[in-house]
């Protein structure tokens, strides 16, 4: 037989296990934003209801989604240069971005140099000088990738000179006066030093790729993203250019993750990997 108020004890412990659960799932760190976009959507479209906003001007929500429901096959066949580009510019940012930030935090010399080209490199808008890239190596994916290497280049440069400069320098001289060679010094105190600095210059570096890539199919291309919104925009299909606007938007957010993963995996010793934040497990 079984005991009546046993069970009475254990169906009180699930009831009260049952919402600590859903408060535990609404408490999950991507549960928030999906709930903020929702909410976004909504009153996206409240206001073309309530103020009865013209499709011309403003498309609503449900057409969007038709939009990428009916031509999801065209836009992924259409994703894939740009996220090509993408990858391409933002790899190589990052193989020359940090060697040229270990020159700069390593030498006033080269620093003096070469910092403030850098910077004056960034006052020219990279829209402008697109087509000489157009000129130069024709109409395929190489003006696209220089675009988007160009614009995440920077970020990687500035993010990681930052970190080697703010090593310890007790640290170094306790190193070296442990007979350790320069190589050895710098694998053990200041590469690991930097990388937190490292990866958030490339965190902001992957999402400005994918700016520098559009940027790219904008002045001469014939597939990509930035191609179907140049097209749209031409055609006023506005249903079309939002579809591609959430279709970058997302490229943005899962090239972001997938480098937060990675600085999981590279730096899990660090106190931002301790905390939950945004793409938390």
């Known amino acids: 037989m079984f005991d009546k108020n046993e069970v009475a004890r254990e169906r009180g412990v699930a009831e009260l296990k049952a919402p600590g659960a859903v408060s535990k799932t609404l408490n999950a760190a991507w549960v928030r934003p999906v709930l903020f976009l929702l909410f976004i959507v909504v ?19 449900g057409d969007v989604l038709v939009v990428l429901w009916t031509d999801w096959p065209e836009l992924l066949r259409q994703a894939w240069p740009t996220t090509y580009a993408t990858i391409c510019g933002f790899l190589l ?5 940090i060697p040229v930030a270990m020159l700069i935090a390593g030498s006033k010399t080269v620093e003096s ?12 808008p990279k829209i402008a000088i697109a087509p000489l890239f157009v000129v130069w190596f024709g109409f395929g994916i190489i003006p696209k990738v220089i675009s988007a290497f160009l614009l995440g280049f920077f970020p990687v440069v500035v993010s990681a000179v930052q970190g080697f400069k703010s090593v310890d320098p007790d640290m170094v ?10 190589f050895k010094v710098f694998c053990a105190v200041n590469l690991p030093h930097a990388m937190p600095a490292i990866f958030s210059g490339l ?17 001469g291309s014939n597939s990509g993203i930035g191609y179907v919104l140049q097209r749209s925009i031409g055609t006023f299909d506005l249903p079309t250019m939002f579809a591609a606007l959430v279709i970058l938007a997302l490229l943005g957010v899962v090239l972001f993750w997938i480098v937060d993963r990675i600085e999981r995996f590279v730096i899990p010793w660090h106190v931002s990997q301790r905390d939950d934040f945004l793409f938390a497990a």
């Not at 140099?113 to 020219?124: A, D, K, N, R, T």
């Open 203 to 219: 965190k902001v570096s992957v999402t400005l790729a994918v700016v520098g890539a559009v940027v790219g199919e904008f002045v």
């Open 113 to 124: 140099y070469i910092y403030p080209l850098l910077v004056f490199s960034q006052s020219v």
């Open 173 to 182: 001289d306790l190193a070296r006066a442990m007979q350790g060679s320069r």
């Open 43 to 61: 009153a996206w479209d409240l206001t073309i209801r309530l103020f009865r906003i013209p499709p011309y001007q403003i498309p609503a929500p």
């Open 93 to 97: 940012s990052a193989v020359f971005g």
